[in-house]
């Protein structure tokens, strides 16, 4: 009897070990999709297959963002998700009115269409520009119609929003190490600091004064660079990031004959930093050791006469320090090659398409970009659109 209760237990324990790996499985996958059901009734086919590391496609792609303007773009590299801001309007800035509209998220393996997330409704209104914390997958927006940082939780479809200082129009922002962000605000001539975790905000005015910061990046040693936008400005700002937001902003000459309007900004592997001018149709090169700027001209021949000819909008370096650009009023996207000081453009198709702020360089040097308006062209994809080219489609 005592031998038969003995076999009777491990049986039963057997059983139990060889279900246990399934309930586990199953508990997982609750614990991972549940808070989603609340945007999907199930996992779309696209976002499955990014969990299971797609390959990316090795051909160029181009895919309808569905009329909403496409402005700044986000990867998500970790997770392999590209996300798309959607304002919905042509900003000068801002929006001249505020709504709110949606963030899209796409699969990095081939693009496709995986899920719309409307902002809802209320005080949120147009996103510009994105940031995905790496290490949750949460995507923070700047919101300039409503003086707001907005933040996506993608897991469980959950929007959280902080507000700056009315008027403040925050626009272009960052991540830094500990998870605080860090953005532009054009109207207010600062720089704002969120801490996501305690709500804390800070808002630093430039050293000069009616600067409209614009773009934002982080360097290769963590430091942080702004460009400065107004007209009769010519500069770009620098600090180093603090836990508690109190910062000394440095700022940095570009252009002594003040005609340069620096807009977006990236740092290169070697620690230069670089800017876009806007209507002058140059990138300009600033060396932070000596100080010194150097500038390149890379607009094409003008596709739009009489004046509609160039403005020099996205920037991004990719690892081999390729410095990667595009002229939304030429429509064209291309690279320059420091070490040789060429560049290498290629024209859209329809030069209205207006590539303009999204631009983004994958660590495997794809390159992704938006066309704010796209191409109305007969036989080509219609309206505003997400693009991808592998490394080496443009040579």
């Known amino acids: 009897m005592h031998l038969d209760r003995i076999k009777k237990h491990i049986s039963l324990l057997s059983l139990f070990l060889l279900l246990l790996p399934v309930v586990l499985t199953a508990c997982s996958t609750s614990d991972g999709q549940g808070g989603n059901q609340l945007a999907s009734s199930r996992v779309l086919p696209a976002e499955q297959d990014e969990s299971q590391k797609r390959a990316q496609v090795s051909s160029p792609l181009q895919v309808s963002t569905r009329n909403n303007g496409p402005w700044g773009i986000a990867l998500d590299e970790a997770r392999g998700f590209v996300w798309v801001a959607e304002p919905g309007c042509d900003p000068k800035p801002p929006c001249p009115s505020a709504f709110p509209t949606k963030i899209t998220k796409f699969a990095m393996a ?114 942080i660079w702004f460009a400065e936008n107004a007209k009769g400005i010519a500069q770009v700002g620098t600090f180093t990031p603090t836990a508690n937001g109190s910062i000394s902003i440095k700022e940095y000459p570009i252009d002594g004959t003040l005609r340069s309007q620096p807009h977006l900004i990236t740092a290169a592997p070697n620690g230069h930093i670089w800017v876009t001018e806007g209507f002058l149709g140059n990138i300009t090169e600033l060396d932070p050791a000596t100080g010194t700027p150097t500038h390149y001209k890379v607009a094409s021949a003008c596709r739009r006469p009489p004046d509609n000819c160039t403005h020099m909008s996205g920037i991004a370096a990719d690892k081999d320090g390729n410095i990667w650009f595009s002229d939304s009023l030429n429509a064209t996207v291309g690279y320059f090659v420091p070490s040789k000081r060429i560049a290498k453009i290629q024209p859209l198709t329809d030069p209205n398409a207006h590539p303009h702020d999204g631009l983004v360089v994958q660590s495997n040097g794809s390159v992704w970009f938006t066309e704010q308006f796209g191409s109305l062209l007969p036989g080509e994809l219609q309206g505003p659109a997400l693009v991808m080219w592998p490394k080496g489609t443009l040579k």
């Not at 914390?133 to 897991?155: E, R, T």
């Open 110 to 223: 081939d693009a496709s269409f995986i899920q719309d997330f409307p902002e809802p409704d209320g005080k949120y209104s147009n996103p510009f520009f994105l940031a995905v914390n790496p290490s949750d997958g949460h995507v923070f927006f700047s919101q300039p119609n409503s003086d707001a940082i907005g933040m996506l939780s993608p897991d469980d479809n959950r929007f959280q929003q902080w507000h700056t200082t009315t008027g403040s129009t925050p626009y272009d922002l960052l991540i830094d190490k500990n998870g605080n962000v860090w953005f532009t605000e054009y109207n207010s001539n600062s720089i704002g600091f969120l801490n996501p975790k305690t709500g804390k905000i800070v808002e630093t005015p430039t050293p000069t004064a009616g600067t409209q910061p614009y773009g934002i990046t982080l360097d290769p040693k963590g430091n």
